[in-house]
């Protein structure tokens, strides 16, 4: 079992639409969850982290955060073509320090 | 401009020879990683430096070498290049080792022969 998985996708909404991406992961211990935006030929830039269970909104963007479950989501409302991209989910465990395991990506595609 | 910069942009490199990527920030950061981005596989932390001086083994460490002299500057050293290191190279930077935000580099497209 990989430690955070996501659905590769590629995801398409339609513009204005609200774009949903998930990730989950294996260990229990993990602290610290991260939505990072990737555009093509780019390098990962973050655009959300969160650390409590629930919901944290900034702007278009909320993550959300089940620890029992263990699954963090992003959701992107009124989703723009310029939100294409990939999106990469990262944990922070305890035991890892600073160090970060990303998942694979998601694809986003909005369409106009 | 504050940032990290890598070098080169992108390489090509035969099989057997030595290769250094370099990565320097100029934001005082004390962390700083190295990752690798391979299609289907995501981000792979290879080595890592809480601050200057100390390093650290990461996830896909095999065939790789970092040193950590000063705080700007973090190589990353392939001593003979297979094409399994084949990949795009990141590197990244936080100001602490407790911090969470990580900056990365531009990235070194790097494709071994």
């Known amino acids: 079992q990989k430690e955070v998985e996501q659905n590769s996708g590629p995801l398409s909404v339609p513009e204005g639409a609200i774009a949903s991406l998930n990730c989950t992961y294996s260990d229990r211990g993990s602290q610290s969850f991260f939505w990072y935006r990737q555009y093509s030929g780019k390098s990962p830039e973050l655009i959300m982290f969160i650390y409590s269970n629930g919901d944290k909104e900034d702007g278009r963007f909320t993550a959300q955060l089940n620890k029992a479950s263990q699954y963090v989501s992003l959701l992107i409302r009124d989703s723009q073509p310029s939100d294409s991209a990939t999106y990469l989910c990262?944990?922070?465990?305890?035991?890892?320090?600073?160090?970060?395991?990303f998942g694979e990506g998601t694809q986003l595609t909005v369409n106009p | 401009i504050a940032g990290i910069t890598q070098a080169p942009t992108s390489q090509i490199l035969a099989a057997g020879r030595r290769m250094t990527l370099r990565c320097t920030q100029d934001m005082r950061h004390n962390a700083m990683y190295w990752y690798r981005q391979d299609l289907g596989l995501g981000l792979r932390l290879i080595h890592y430096?809480?601050?200057?001086?100390?390093?650290g083994k990461g996830e896909v460490p095999d065939g790789y070498s970092v040193s950590r002299a000063n705080t700007d500057d973090f190589p990353l050293t392939l001593a003979s290049a297979v094409p399994s290191q084949t990949s795009v190279y990141f590197c990244a930077s936080a100001s602490s080792a407790s911090t969470d935000t990580q900056y990365f580099g531009p990235g070194t497209r790097l494709t071994v022969l």
């Open positions: 430096s809480n601050t200057a001086g100390t390093t």
């Open positions: 990262a944990v922070k465990k305890v035991t890892s320090g600073s160090r970060l395991t």
